[in-house]
């Protein structure tokens, strides 16, 4: 029977992995209006392995050199183009292809040239990317039904393996505490994977207590970057994972030092991002999206050596220090609030920026307690002991400052006190969302769109919509980059109450 080929569309993307990857909602719901479409992708040549593999591709189109890719073009007869590159290039194409339904998503290259050059400000800047490639779909009646890219959305080309048995593998993870975290579900995931493997550890002193008290990890291998660690321990960490056997090494910190340890190291199979620094020192990459949460973009790292398709990462940690929930009771106990309604509360971040003014969490917390009954108690590394201090003194109210007085273990123990957590984005942030706390983040510098929101249903973000300079760092900053730090000054005490109110449920 001859296919039908009444929408047979040519969507072109001459970009980086990265940003193909956010494509995949464009191809859904093409296919939800048409489920007949038969979809090619006009790709540069080193994408399109990796990319052969999506549920609602039909087919990859190399680019080969203009003159080339036009006359292939011709000879595919296409009746639809979606140009969602929108350069001179792809521009000529779509103008020669000789196709007559043709649509161009909306770059907006003169305000971001404006922007750039003299920073003037336009609302077109607002839009994420992905919304500008669907909102190209309009002129065509197609319905936009899926909006964010999912994991199961990707299959990847796998490693070869040969005939070896995997009898070890190891997770290179040397972040911050909240990168950590949201290894987890990748460590687990991958236990139950490779249920006869070991699972060696590499993580920074920090973290280790993150890794200890998983049940799926044999080994941890510490690897220390301070002082003269940043170079001699590349070396240390080196040898230690070769000296462990490893088979597979997965890498989702993506600093060129790890990447260096992880060639040092010898491994046959190492899997990193493809954005990751010294990339080129994997012998597997797979791509890396902004748009969907670190704890589920982790696992794409085992999609470079199986081919299945994953569900959302079930981000729940068990397991801590056997005396820590002993030693979090004594301290409740201590502090008098046994049996009363405990707000967790941490108000310190590793980044200055990221920091809601300690004024306004003090009159949040004077707010809880008169108006809800609910108690709040501050949490939060040494670093943080000044800050909690003074939200203490400034709030007139009780609350229980834990803040540098609990381990990690503890730190993780505490979270199934709470009926609600407010934060910063930071590292608390997902312990508490991996242990399944309402989470409601204060978000400033940072967006949802770098990936890590609060993970799960039943958590809120607060922050301020439509500033143009957000983000202005990954991470956060030391200071403002503009002087006003609008993003934080701008979120009232109300809104922040009003939103800690609903989701504690409480009505007075």
Not at 135 to 146: C, D, M, N, Q, T
Request: hydrophobic share 40%; proline share 5%.
């Amino acid at each position: 029977m001859k296919k039908n080929t009444e929408h047979k569309i040519l969507v072109m993307r001459l970009s980086s992995l990265g940003d193909i990857v956010l494509l995949s909602p464009v191809f859904k719901n093409i296919k939800e209006k048409w489920p007949d479409a038969h979809i090619t992708l006009l790709v540069k040549p080193q994408f399109a392995q990796a990319l052969s593999g999506h549920p609602d591709i039909d087919n990859i189109m190399v680019f080969k050199g203009f003159f080339a890719t036009l006359r292939e073009i011709h000879a595919a007869k296409f009746n639809y183009l979606l140009d969602l590159h929108a350069t001179l290039r792809t521009i000529l194409l779509s103008a020669f292809s000789g196709v007559q339904n043709k649509q161009r998503y909306n770059k907006n290259t003169l305000a971001r040239r404006l922007y750039v050059k003299f920073k003037m400000p336009s609302p077109a800047l607002e839009k994420h990317t992905l919304e500008k490639y669907l909102e190209a779909l309009k002129p065509w009646g197609i319905p936009i039904v899926h909006r964010t890219p999912k994991l199961n959305d990707w299959v990847f080309k796998t490693a070869d393996l040969g005939k070896k048995e995997i009898e070890n593998i190891c997770i290179f993870q040397t972040s911050f505490i909240g990168d950590s975290v949201l290894t987890t579900p990748l460590v687990q995931k991958t236990a139950h994977m490779f249920p006869k493997a070991k699972i060696t550890i590499v993580t920074s002193p920090k973290t280790v207590e993150i890794f200890q008290n998983l049940k799926e990890v044999s080994k941890i291998i510490v690897d220390d970057k301070r002082g003269l660690g940043q170079i001699t321990g590349v070396f240390s960490t080196a040898r230690k994972i070769k000296e462990s056997n490893i088979d597979v090494l997965l890498v989702p910190h993506r600093s060129f030092r790890s990447a260096l340890i992880a060639k040092l190291s010898g491994v046959k199979i190492r899997i990193g991002f493809t954005n990751s620094e010294g990339s080129f020192f994997y012998t597997k990459t797979v791509p890396f999206s902004w748009m969907i949460h670190d704890a589920e973009r982790n696992l794409y790292l085992l999609q470079g050596i199986v081919n299945e398709n994953f569900k959302s990462a079930d981000l729940k940690l068990e397991g801590y220090a056997d005396n820590a929930e002993e030693n979090v009771a004594a301290m409740l106990k201590e502090a008098g609030v046994e049996g009363k309604i405990l707000a967790g509360v941490h108000p310190g971040s590793v980044w200055p920026t990221k920091c809601w003014p300690q004024e306004n969490y003090a009159k949040l917390i004077y707010r809880l307690e008169k108006e809800l009954g609910v108690v709040s108690v501050l949490v939060g590394g040494k670093s943080d002991l000044d800050l909690a201090e003074n939200v203490v003194r400034l709030s007139g109210a009780h609350p229980v400052n834990l803040s540098s007085k609990t381990s990690l273990s503890e730190l993780m123990a505490i979270m199934k006190y709470f009926k609600l957590f407010i934060t910063n984005d930071s590292g608390p942030m997902h312990i508490a969302t991996a242990f399944g706390v309402p989470t409601l983040a204060i978000f400033g510098p940072t967006t949802r769109e770098l990936g890590f929101f609060p993970y799960g249903e039943g958590h809120r973000v607060v922050e301020v919509k439509g500033l143009p300079c957000r983000p202005c760092a990954l991470h956060g900053s030391k200071k403002c980059p503009l002087g006003h730090f609008k993003c934080m000054r701008d979120i009232s005490v109300e809104e922040v109450f009003q939103a800690a109110k609903e989701m504690l449920n409480i009505h007075n």
